[in-house]
């Protein structure tokens, strides 16, 4: 059996991710702010290439924001499994709460610049990474000759709160293989009914191979508030299109029902308007359909500003994610 959700006492259900890669530590900050003032169940940032994202969560500890945190996810290409352990396992010492180390492969062609050649085998790449860092948090001695990386060693030991592994899913092979070896399943940008009827499925066939709980899922959600003025269709495009011109993206989404093609981000972020998967309308409307994610399986919801903050920047963002709060606050004691 995993590790059970350590930061179960949370006070909200919704988490919110930082979508960009940050420059400097100030540009966090305000979103930090806000998830301590709210309550958030956690704070998410993915992998930044400018200031690496587990030294933001360290930086913000030392600033006195001492927040549960989570990667979503961080890039197994840049690094070996014993670093990723060091790395989740000082960042929960840090800041005095659970974190979950959301590991995910990246896409081919970031692979290939990093490795020279993508993995052959994604999969067992995964499998492998996430095994191993598990059992390298669990203290225990690791001995593995791998596919991708070895292990002879185990971590120095050293008292901190839990880790969890998270793994990145976005098609049901993966999900299967998540389901084998993650705490938790981090999606991005999936249709709640994909979840509840393609990833859930795998998700619980891969815990019960491996006789595990099955991982909980954790699943990034855009979302815009429809205000007087805002062109959402650009708003929309911006914060998906990078991810919408990307192959596995839109692999997924097709497998979804949606039609779109990596080559014409434009037209699949209306899609993904049309379709709902970018969330909008007012406060009321969007937590409505968050509880469509939740009532599809989705444990938490992880609120993603990016298509505010890049069009109108981090306070417009923030005001959007302040009514979105109060509407599911409304919503819960309605």
Known sequence: MFAHDADSSATHQTAVVYPLQPSSIHQVVPLARFVERRAARRLWIGQSLTVESHQVFAA??????????????ALAPLRHPYLAAVEARSVAALTGEPFVAGIGLGAPEFQRMVRSEPYDRPRTAALEFAADMRALLSGQP???????????????PFHAPPVEIGLGVLRPRMARTAGGVADVAITWMTPPDYVRDTLLPELAAGAAE?????????????VALARPGRDIDEVAFR???????????????????????????????????????????????????????????????ILNPAGVMLTEGVHSAIADLEEIFDAEGAADHG
């Open 210 to 222: 491996s006789g595990t709980a099955a991982p909980r899922v954790a699943t990034v959600v855009h």
């Open 142 to 156: 690791v001995r593995h000759r791998g596919r991708y990386h070895d292990v002879d060693t185990r971590l120095q």
């Open 239 to 301: 914060g998906a299109g990078t991810h919408l011109g990307a192959a596995h993206y839109t692999d997924m989404l097709r497998k979804a029902g949606l039609a779109v093609d990596a080559s014409d981000p434009k037209a699949g972020a209306r899609a993904l308007l049309r379709s709902g998967v970018f969330v909008t309308g007012t406060a009321q409307e969007i937590a409505e359909a968050l509880r469509h994610y939740r009532n599809c399986g989705v444990d938490e919801v």
């Open 60 to 73: 913000l500890a030392g600033m006195g924001l001492r927040l549960p945190c989570a990667t979503g996810v």
